[in-house]
């Protein structure tokens, strides 16, 4: 009887071992492998999560519609821009801006660069010297927009930077300012600043003048002639020049009405201007056409940039037609 009841006990302490082992490999499996169900569960999660990354949304959309951005009437780089570009065209002999109504209109440089740089549809123009890397240049034509493309005159979408002034008005101070933005200093301020500079003038020195005078006109002018004149009145402690970023149009103006005593035009003059003005062009500038840093987009011809500001190309898709 003893034996029988320890072989018993013996069985039951096997069964209840077997019991717990078969509980531990079921709680193995179900923590280490997936149904069915869920693995497909899982892989829609996973596709899913992919979806929502940055890199597989990245893919540029070429059917978007092109958002135009472009510069304030009066503008130098406006008037340079559509003149160079076909987009001021002539019609019943008359030279008219057939600019697309659909442009944002933005009245300044940086303007311009914060709505590309805020829009991945964005296409805009502005002076070279102030392109930064919030926004990307396009190559016009096939070439860079760099400062060598405009001085070796194969970057075609280029103008100068003019100063203009009455006589009567500009005064020793600002006479003076001009001899020294022609000097070899001077010049060398305008290539450190991107833009490039002419022949230069004999070096300069200080004249010991005193006083204040006014500078007003194009803002992509503004940058070099702030650069400019914080160099000059460095050397001229008793000279205070005034900056007022108003625009090409606006600065000839105040040049012609005596308000101020120099006036910046990023473009040629236009024939009243240049009857009632003295000139000097201090720099040539590229216009550089940008894009958002999304975009793809390398390169556009003239035609192309024409097409596109008169409205006739509306998408990225249809530069490919």
């Known amino acids: 009887m003893n034996l029988r ?11 209840l071992v077997g019991l717990v082992a078969c509980g531990d490999k079921a709680n ?94 964005g296409l805009g123009y502005i002076s070279l010297g102030s392109l930064n890397d919030t926004v990307k240049a396009l190559k016009v034509n096939g070439v860079a927009a760099t400062a060598e493309g405009v001085k070796d005159k194969t970057y075609e979408l280029a103008r100068p930077f003019n100063l203009a002034w009455k006589e009567d008005v500009i005064g020793d101070i600002g006479k003076d300012l001009l001899v020294f933005i022609a000097s070899p200093e001077g010049q060398q301020i305008i290539n450190d600043q991107g833009y490039v500079g002419l022949e230069n003038g004999e070096a300069y020195t200080p004249a010991n003048l005193e006083g204040t005078i006014t500078v007003a006109g194009s803002t992509s002018v503004t940058p070099l002639m702030e650069a400019l004149v914080e160099a000059y009145e460095g050397l001229n402690p008793g000279v205070s020049i005034e900056i007022q970023s108003t625009g090409s149009s606006a600065g000839m103006t105040s040049a012609m009405e005596g308000s101020a005593n120099i006036g910046m035009a990023s473009r040629e003059l236009k024939g009243e201007e240049a009857e009632a003005l003295t000139s000097q062009a201090i720099a040539m500038d590229g216009i550089a056409v940008i894009v958002n840093n999304e975009n793809p987009l390398d390169d556009l011809s003239l035609e192309q940039i024409k097409n596109i500001y008169v409205g006739e190309i509306l998408t990225w898709s249809d530069l490919e037609k």
């Open 28 to 121: 193995e499996s179900t923590g280490e492998k997936e149904t069915p169900a869920q693995t497909e569960e899982s892989a829609k999660v996973e596709e899913k999560e992919a979806e929502e990354t940055p890199e597989a949304t990245g893919d540029f959309d070429t059917s978007a519609e092109i958002t135009l951005v472009s510069r304030e009437d009066g503008s130098g780089t406006r008037g340079a821009f559509i003149e160079i570009t076909g987009v001021e065209g002539k019609v019943d002999g008359e030279k008219v801006d057939q600019t697309s109504e659909e442009a944002m209109i933005q009245n300044s440089t940086n303007g311009v660069m914060t709505a590309v740089a805020g829009d991945p549809n």
């Open 5 to 15: 009841k320890i072989a018993s006990v013996f069985m039951v302490m096997l069964l």
